[in-house]
């Protein structure tokens, strides 16, 4: 198979993956910490992501009995159907795999890397092609 026809996108995606790779290593390293932050790790990632919310709708649809009667948070279950249904679903597959603050970050992972793939694809299509920093592939 040929790779070098596929070289910009993989490089895209190599890059993607790398710099999400690297934030996460720094959070469970607890790096944040050694250079003057109060004390943080992964889990301060996954309680700041809007994860839990996306959690409960992994784990419970929009059923709002369901969330009510295995979830006490303080914000109205009219709130939970607010989220977007793609995400839910995608950390529900990878909770198949993983658990699920694990699932989330994948899915997050995932996303970026498509997103990465449809950006590049769009760009593509509408600007002509000039060289990435001089690059050329």
């Not at 159907?81 to 992972?109: E, R, S």
Request: glycine share 4%; proline share 8%.
């Amino acid at each position: 198979m040929n790779f070098n026809k596929y070289r910009p996108q993989l490089l895209l995606l190599l890059i993607t993956f790398l710099s999400s790779a690297l934030i996460w290593l720094a959070f469970y390293k607890n790096i944040p910490q050694k250079i003057g932050f109060p004390q943080t790790s992964l889990e301060t990632v996954y309680a700041n992501y809007d994860g839990p919310n996306y959690m409960i709708i992994a784990k419970c649809g929009y059923h709002k009995d369901c969330i009510a009667q295995n979830f006490s948070l303080p914000l109205p279950l009219e709130y939970y159907p607010a989220h977007l249904p793609g995400f839910p679903l995608l950390i529900k597959y990878f909770n198949f795999y993983v658990n699920t603050p694990k699932a989330m970050l994948l899915a997050t992972l995932f996303g970026s890397l498509l997103f990465t793939l449809t950006s590049y694809f769009f760009y593509k299509l509408f600007f002509k092609e000039k060289p990435l920093f001089g690059w050329r592939f």
